[in-house]
């Protein structure tokens, strides 16, 4: 680049965005990288602090940061998200649906680990909703060199996609309580809304629910009606604790294909179970659910509704940060 002094720079472009800071009123861009100089910007660029402008030439083998910012959005994006236009040399990734962000960890680190580079996203596994922002990024210098685009561009094809948004699935979903002072009315059924009221944001269809008793033979025989009505997710709740009458995890566990885990390192709702049945999951809620907030049932709810499959190192992983309250 080449400096020159901002009363010389009538009918130069400007190489890169500038911005102005007003604190507590304004921080943005006022004049766009490639903006011709006129007589009359002089004054707004002294104001701002801009006694020497810079004229773009770029080498053989350079980027400038809006190139670089907006080839790096097309490696790392995925399905169902949006790039902006760079502004101020950053490419903003913006969700187009109501879904489940994903983001390889390990090939967002390889990048940044690269220097010069800083791609930032939402966490993994949470839930963004259509125009949410889900992850911003930008070369930090200026000018940057080729080669280090190239490096990102080879590490995101190895993972594709570095970032992107699963649709969430309507699923049929079925939900079997268990408990005899349930069943017998004894004691007034508080799972069944706050079921609905989780799955109410995601649009599922609730094929009903059963109310059975203690036995693991009820308990199955209700889980096996709900996979006969074609569920694509059953919900078992209550009878989750160490009790010798909580028989709920001993009847998922002998339908269950894969039992991903029975306990969990998340307070509260260290007491859930994941299992498959030929491909169906179902979970196992324990009392936790119904009163607190935030529970391990809110952290994996929407993972399934988008069709991810759990794996039981990524509920262990659970353990560094897994305090929810």
Known sequence: MREVHVRDAVGLRLAHDLTRIVPGEFKGRIFKKGHVIQEEDIPMLLDIGKEHIYVLELQPGEL???DAAIRLSRALMGDHL????????KVVLTSEIHGLVKIDTEALLMINSLGELAVVTRKTDTVAKPGDTVAAMRAIP???????ITQAETLARMSAPVIAVLPFRRMKVGIVTTGSEVLTGRVEDKFGPRIREKLAPFDAEVLGQKIVGDTKENIQAGIQEFLNQGAELVIC??????DPDDRTPGAIHELATEVVSYGMPVLPGSMMMLAYIQGVPVFGLPGAVIY??????DLFLPRI???DKVTSREIAELGHGGLLK
């Not at 607190?292 to 049932?297: K, L, P």
């Open 64 to 66: 400038h940061e809006d």
């Open 82 to 89: 949006t790039a902006s236009e760079p502004s101020e040399g």
């Open 142 to 148: 200026l000018i940057i060199a080729e080669t280090k």
């Open 237 to 242: 709740t209550g009878g989750m604790s160490v």
């Open 292 to 297: 607190e907030e935030i529970t391990a049932f």
């Open 305 to 307: 509704l988008a069709g």
